[in-house]
């Protein structure tokens, strides 16, 4: 480590903008819960919170492996980056094999729910993000 002070997640740039993804998704949240349990009964709402809270960690875990890994060096947040990408989708793996093994897991709520967050989730927070080296980070509300 080259000296500089350790970053805390929780005033680092790509923490903030994990915990506006997870604001974002319980703004969402009941949406998919009301699909989930009229489609698919209290399998499809346990499915779609599951693929809730896995969306949520998700994004806050990849912000802290970024923000911890940025402060050793390029290489570091390199590795650290696709390490974590595949850590994290085989913790999502993993999660979803024993819920299924377990009989809970209704597949299309949680696939849908996975999917349109995840995705639906990114392309609403880039419209909040500053992309310029002034103004890191979240857009300043004005």
Known sequence: MNGAPIV???????????RDLTRRAIWVAPVFLLVGVVG???NGLLS???ALVL??????LGAAII???????????????LGGYVARL?????VVLTVKAIGLLAT??????????????LAWESRHVAMTLAVPGLKPTK
């Open 40 to 42: 698919w009964g209290i």
């Open 55 to 60: 969306v949520a960690v998700n994004f806050r």
């Open 67 to 81: 923000s911890r890994a940025a402060q050793i060096s390029i290489n570091a947040l390199y590795g650290a980056v």
């Open 48 to 50: 779609s919170v599951l």
């Open 108 to 121: 299309v709520p949680f696939a849908i729910t996975l999917l349109v967050t995840h995705l639906g989730l």
């Open 8 to 18: 805390d997640d929780l005033t680092a740039t790509e923490g903030a903008i994990a």
């Open 90 to 94: 085989a913790l999502m793996t993993a």
